[in-house]
Each structure stands twice: as C-alpha cells, then as structure tokens.
C-alpha cells in the first residue's frame, strides 16, 4: 500500500525565515512520482513540483527547493527566505507508474502542512 | 485557456436533495477525476476517467455516481445527499493517468443540513 506522511501539521516562521516541509512516502514499487501542491487561503491547489523515482537530483525554483532522497523515502521542500504569500497549506502526493490493481493514476496524497508566515 | 472549471462554488442541500456538480476542462486532457478534502484528512478519490468513455471507482465511491459527458466533461451525482457529504469537492484533470501532474480546478463547497 501507499501513503504518505506530513507529520507538521502546522508551522509559523517569521518572514525571511527559511523553513523546511517534511514529506515521507511508502511505498514498494521501484517507479513512481512525487508531487507538491499548494493550496493557498483561497482554496485553489496549485501544481508545484514532479519528481520521478529515478531522477534523485535536488531542484531549485527561485526561493524554492526539493531535496529527494530514496534512501530515507523522503521529499522534502524548503523554502528560503519565506514570505507573507507563501502562507499556505502545502500537500505531498505520491503516484504509482504502473497500474497495480489499485486505483490507476491516483494520486495518493498526505494530510497537508498549514505554514503560516507572519510579517 | 480556463484549464480546469467548476460549478457551482458553494451549494446548500437538504438532506435526501440530489444534484449534479459540473466539471469541465479545456486542455485536451485524457484523465479526469473528483477528490473531496475534509479537515485534517487531505484529498481522497471519490472517482477517476482514465480517458473518454470509461469511469472507475475510487477510495470513497459510496453515494456518488459520475459520468464522463465527453473528452471535456466529467460531472459528479449525489443521488441522495447525507450530512457526511459534506465537504469540499475538487475536479481534476491530466494528460494521461500515470505519472503526470494534475491540474485542479476551484473547488465546490457543498454543505448538507
């Protein structure tokens, strides 16, 4: 079975902070995807990152960074020098290449960490 | 391009009251899908289209029913509302099935008294 786990369930940084949110995933198959959305006040998810299994190099995106590693099934994303917009609930999602026999393409996703960047 | 749409935003229903919500995308997807998100639990799998013309079931199927209308379209059915419906529903789209991102639409608040 999969699943994913964001053990934060809420942090407060000060703006221009940096902060680290915590993504662990299981899962048994060798190919698969990782995900980060993000789901502002207003409620919409936004599409942030994919990763495939087998591309372990760490990205950066301007104030953005993934750090995957497979060794310790985590997907980790910080966010340096944090700001008032980044405040947000953040979700981890993992999804299976192949069809296993369980939903095909779903997107198996953690409960979310709520980061809330004060001024 | 409008990528993924929704309606309604908000809805009220009684118990026992039905209704349709709509979903429609406009990015030639293949794979289309319907999650709720409750407090605390993240997003789960009410239904998903792999492609036009097939529908399969989910995580928590129960008390729904979809139909994939066309290439565009794929609506959701509560047949019968019940107060643990709700929830806030989103619509999703993606290229293909497995492996690629998904693109969400605005979500419908449904409330059920």
């Known amino acids: 079975a999969q699943k994913v786990t964001q053990a934060q369930t809420e942090i407060s940084v000060v703006e221009k902070e940096d902060v680290t949110l915590d993504c662990v995933y299981e899962?048994?198959?060798?190919?698969?995807?990782l995900f980060w959305y993000k789901q502002p006040p207003s409620g919409e998810l936004v599409f942030l990152i994919r990763?495939?299994?087998?591309?372990?190099q760490n990205e950066i995106s301007g104030r953005y960074s993934w750090n995957f590693q497979k060794s310790t099934s985590s997907f980790n994303f910080t966010i340096t020098a944090s700001q008032v917009v980044d405040s947000a609930v953040y979700f981890c999602?993992?999804?299976?290449?192949?069809?296993?026999?369980?939903?095909?393409?779903?997107?198996?996703f953690g409960r979310g960490t709520q980061l809330t960047v004060w001024p | 391009n409008a990528g993924v749409t929704q309606t309604p935003k908000f809805q009220v229903l009684k118990t026992g009251q039905s209704m349709t919500l709509q979903c429609a995308q406009d990015?030639?997807?293949?794979?289309m899908y319907w999650y709720r998100q409750d407090p605390g639990m993240g997003l789960r799998l009410i239904y998903y289209?792999?492609?036009?013309?097939?529908?399969d079931k989910g995580e928590v199927p129960n008390g729904y029913n979809v139909s994939r209308l066309n290439k565009r379209e794929f609506s959701l059915r509560l047949e019968s509302a019940a107060p643990s419906q709700t929830s806030v529903y989103f619509c999703?789209?993606?290229?293909?099935?497995?492996?690629?991102?998904?693109?969400f639409g605005p979500g419908t608040r449904l409330t059920v008294t």
């Open positions: 289209s792999a492609s036009e013309g097939t529908t």
């Open positions: 999602a993992l999804t299976l290449w192949a069809d296993r026999g369980s939903t095909l393409g779903r997107l198996y």
């Open positions: 899962t048994r198959d060798t190919t698969y995807y």
């Open positions: 990015m030639n997807h293949n794979s």
């Open positions: 990763r495939n299994s087998f591309d372990e």
């Open positions: 999703a789209s993606s290229e293909r099935t497995l492996g690629y991102e998904q693109y």
